[in-house]
């Protein structure tokens, strides 16, 4: 159902954008959020995104990432600009997809980010 992709090797103060797309049959998405699980901690949320476009962040990555999402993609993405190595994790997408039964919480396979110093 969420296919994230975007992850990769960059050099601290790089960027890098994720990306998740969400595929099936439903009626629409309410809130899609990003998370990350670094190793050895636990899954933190990084950003979410309404399905207005309200969005909040974690206080780490304030002012340095941004979430967005388009909904005639049924996609959300995550700018990550200036990044840092306490950065590195894999990230996942998550996405509140309201079908026509009900309402179901969604995870993506996650993405390897990995900041060098």
């Known amino acids: 159902q969420l296919q994230a992709s975007g992850g990769g090797l960059v050099q601290a103060g790089g960027s890098l954008r994720l990306s998740c797309v969400v595929s099936?049959?439903?009626?629409?998405?309410?809130?899609m959020a990003w998370y990350r699980q670094a190793p050895g901690k636990e899954r933190e949320r990084v950003a979410r995104?309404?399905?207005?476009?309200?969005?909040t962040y974690t206080d780490s990555v304030k002012g340095r990432f941004t979430i967005s999402r388009d909904n005639a993609k049924n996609t959300v993405y995550l700018q990550m600009n200036s990044l840092k190595p306490e950065d590195t994790a894999v990230y996942f997408c998550?996405?509140?997809?309201?079908?026509?039964?009900?309402?179901?919480?969604?995870w993506g396979q996650g993405t390897q980010v990995t900041v060098s110093s």
């Open positions: 998550n996405a509140d997809i309201v079908t026509i039964v009900s309402w179901y919480n969604y």
């Open positions: 099936g049959s439903f009626r629409s998405i309410n809130v």
């Open positions: 995104i309404t399905s207005v476009g309200t969005t």
